[in-house]
């Protein structure tokens, strides 16, 4: 069964770096692919642009294809989002057997232990670390141990089962960042070929992140 694989982040705005490591990460796991945007709890620095406004710009920036979709749930939720909430909320959805993969970036691996409910993450999905340009993940050494007996460097082992294992996905360094195309936008420059064309063809699109002018 074909798997389904999601991408998380604020995503404010979308940029060609999340959609190639989407794109890789999807076609090396033969999977579906969702970006699923996340809402910024309360006490943490809001995004730039509106809740409405990031999802118009993920919809821009997606359109013309198939293989990589977008799940708004984070969004619909009122309160923390955990992310073994989610799991939970996708698996029974997709039911048992379907495999399905969180992909988080290397920083965000080294911190797993760090995260509510972290060990039961792998009873609802496995994990894909990408690495960027072949750049082994920093990884603490008692995340190494515990997570050893999970990790897999086979993807026929991801299509096999719904979840349970830990899989390094190697994805293309693109040094593209959110802060960059904020701060160029905001200093009145054009962040071409740093986001899909379809976001500058629309200029409301990036407008909430452009300078006003006084
Ligand atoms: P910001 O600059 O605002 O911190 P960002 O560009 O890092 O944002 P996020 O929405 O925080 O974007 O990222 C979502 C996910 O995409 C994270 O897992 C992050 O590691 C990954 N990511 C972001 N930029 C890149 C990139 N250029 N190449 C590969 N992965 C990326």
Redesign the pocket.
């Known amino acids: 069964m074909r798997a389904l694989a999601i991408?998380?982040?604020?995503?404010?705005p979308v940029?060609l770096?999340?959609l190639r490591?989407a794109w890789e990460a999807a076609t090396a796991l033969d999977a579906e692919l969702d970006l699923m945007p996340a809402s910024v709890p309360p006490h943490r620095p809001q995004p730039v642009a509106s809740t409405a406004q990031r999802v118009a710009i993920l919809e821009a920036a997606l359109r013309g294809q198939s293989r990589i979709g977008l799940d708004l749930r984070e969004l619909a939720r009122s309160g923390p989002s955990w992310t073994i909430d989610t799991l939970i909320e996708l698996r029974g959805e997709i039911g048992p057997r379907r495999p399905l993969v969180l992909l988080?970036?290397a920083?965000?691996w080294a911190g797993l232990a760090g995260w509510h409910r972290w060990r039961e993450l792998f009873d609802h999905a496995h994990i894909g670390v990408?690495t960027?340009g072949g750049v082994q993940a920093v990884e603490p050494e008692a995340l190494a141990v515990e997570v050893a007996p999970r990790r897999t460097t086979d993807r026929a082992a991801i299509a096999a089962a719904p979840a349970g294992c830990v899989i390094d996905i190697a994805?293309s360094?693109?040094?593209?960042?959110?802060?960059r195309i904020r701060a160029l936008l905001a200093a009145g420059e054009e962040p071409r070929w740093l986001v899909p064309d379809a976001l500058l063809a629309d200029p409301a699109l990036l407008a909430p992140y452009r300078r006003v002018e006084g």
């Open positions: 991408l998380g982040g604020t995503f404010d940029h770096g999340h490591v988080v970036g920083d965000a990408l960027r994805v360094a693109l040094e593209i960042s959110a802060t």
